[in-house]
């Protein structure tokens, strides 16, 4: 029978055991007011330098004879050993915080929607109405800029830490929106482009990393989903934003000048905002990590948030990470699970049906370009708040086989739509509620998950770059679609690239199942944990 006594003043735990020699009589100690006199802790099988034999639950279960020996060792001060971990309600505030960096998802999908309602009035202004080739520049500029961003961004982010980072990106953020708001020649207008895509690329890697750093384990997934939620009201928002210029034809500048007033809170907000704790801790600012671990949850999680950085090894001798590491035995399986989770999400077809969605609303009697993209625009925003709801509950990898499947269908009926004689009647019906089901689709998976996934799976020194180099695929994938989709469609017909599509979509299924883990309810530390001993 076991038998424990708690001990007052230096807070010490005795057991032992008297039927089962196995169990060697031991005392763990701890100082007062450490993290077992404010609450007993379950993670003890976790830790390094602690070994303890299937530990499950509570005390309960810390006291059962058959989990067999205690072993401790000087890798962890037992003294810093909580042995149980008892949810305790925070008095922090996450959510303000999550809110200034979800301006620059904003900033992301404003900047790459505004250019289509503009395009074809700036083109008049800047005198390049009938020159084709210059009016591409003027969009895809923003795509080029958003490749070398994303790639920066790691680089940034580990160097100046990610508030600091955040406040540097504002700068060709706000500058590149004044710029095209500003331009009297179409150079202008593609420098500002190129600046404003640099800060969309760069904040394209940033938020999703911030947010998971500082959000709470249990509500980390909803809180990532809601920056594919902002991105998408951004795109909505230059939508809108585009209304007037029915009327007023010179309106295109207001529109490129208004992102100037989120740069500019981002930049405040973001000189007010906790820096992640878990930067803090691996550039060994240990002080500087409670303090924002006690703005970020309050002060009864420091001891929890502290211990759980100690136990992952953040606090290791090894130096952040450099390009060539990732790319090394240890980290390559993982990152490029986060390379093709990217490459899957651009060659399922998202922007292909986004493209084609006004001609095919059309087909079915819809002849309004803007009802047409507020309708994909709206099933978007739709899909990405269920998403939201459900990422905590369900799972991220669930979450993206099921997005992956119904993407799959929706571009099997859509090919179906175009080519079977029998459906004909229909075909206008159902291309458009293909094209509804495979947007909805898309948001419940493929478009949150990998930005939220791909920062927990990351070991914390390679987070930022890995994050950075995933994202760069994206935006060169992304740029490549858009040179060589129309060439392609007219090649081979519609029909036929969506039947490829939905091939990639089924592949991307199998991919996911054999490859991607599921981090619902898993701190950043526990998930290093567990991926670094596999």
């Known amino acids: 029978m076991m038998r424990c006594a708690v001990k007052g003043g230096g807070c010490v735990v005795s057991c032992g055991d008297r039927r089962s020699p196995a169990i060697a009589p031991g005392s763990v100690r701890m100082p007062a007011g450490s993290g077992f006199c404010a609450g007993l802790r379950s993670r003890a099988a976790d830790l390094t330098g602690v070994e303890m034999a299937s530990l499950r639950g509570g005390v309960e279960g810390l006291f059962r004879p058959r989990y067999g020996r205690v072993r401790a060792t000087a890798a962890v001060d037992p003294e810093d050993v909580p042995l149980e971990k008892v949810q305790v309600k925070s008095s922090g505030h996450v959510l303000p915080y999550v809110g200034v960096a979800c301006l620059g998802a904003i900033l992301f999908g404003y900047h790459l929607g505004v250019v289509n309602g503009a395009l074809e009035y700036l083109a008049k202004d800047l005198g390049i109405a009938e020159n084709a080739v210059l009016q591409g520049w003027v969009v895809s500029t923003s795509l080029a800029g958003a490749t070398v961003g994303s790639f920066t961004g790691g680089s940034l982010a580990d160097k100046f830490g990610r508030t600091r980072t955040f406040i540097l990106d504002a700068v060709p953020l706000a500058l590149g929106a004044f710029l095209s708001a500003t331009a009297q020649d179409v150079r202008t207008m593609i420098i500002g482009r190129l600046l404003a895509g640099i800060g969309i690329g760069i904040s394209s890697a940033l938020v999703p990393l911030y947010i998971s750093e500082i959000s709470p384990t249990e509500i980390r997934g909803t809180l990532g989903s809601v920056n594919q939620l902002f991105i998408c009201i951004g795109i909505l928002a230059a939508l809108l934003a585009g209304l007037p210029l029915a009327g007023n034809p010179a309106w295109w500048r207001t529109m490129f000048g208004i992102a100037v007033v989120p740069s500019i809170l981002l930049a405040v907000g973001m000189a007010f905002s906790p820096e992640s704790p878990r930067w803090l801790f691996q550039q060994g600012k240990l002080t500087q990590a409670e303090s924002a671990v006690k703005r970020l949850y309050g002060k009864e999680k420091v001891t929890e948030v502290m211990y759980d950085l100690r136990a992952s090894g953040q606090s290791s001798s090894e130096p952040d990470a450099g390009w060539f590491d990732l790319f090394s035995k240890r980290y ?71 997005s992956f499947s119904g993407m799959a269908a929706s571009m099997l009926l859509l090919a179906l739509s175009f080519t079977w004689k029998a459906l004909a009647p229909y075909s206008g019906t159902l291309a458009v509620v293909g094209t509804v089901l495979y947007v909805l689709s898309f948001a419940l998976g493929a478009g949150p998950v990998p930005a939220l996934l791909l920062p927990e799976i990351f070991a914390s020194r390679i987070r930022a770059k890995a994050v950075a180099l995933s994202l760069g695929m994206h935006w060169v994938s992304n740029f490549l ?42 701190s950043l530390e526990e998930i290093e944990r567990d991926l670094s001993s596999a």
Not at 334 to 346: D, N, R
Not at 481 to 506: E, H, M
């Open 332 to 402: 390559w399986k993982v990152v490029s699970v986060g390379a093709a989770l990217f490459l899957f999400q651009q060659l399922a077809g998202i922007n292909a049906v986004v493209y084609y969605s006004t001609s095919v609303f059309r087909s079915a009697g819809i002849a309004s370009d803007v009802a047409a993209s507020a309708l994909v625009g709206a099933a978007n925003v739709f899909g990405t708040m269920i998403a939201s709801s459900l990422m905590d509950k369900q799972g991220r990898k669930s979450l993206l086989i099921t």
């Open 481 to 522: 679609i858009g040179l060589y989709f129309l060439s392609v469609v007219n090649k081979f017909g519609i029909s036929t690239v969506y039947l490829g599509f939905a091939s990639v979509c089924a592949l991307a299924v199998l991919y996911i199942a054999g490859n991607v883990v599921e981090t619902k309810g898993r």
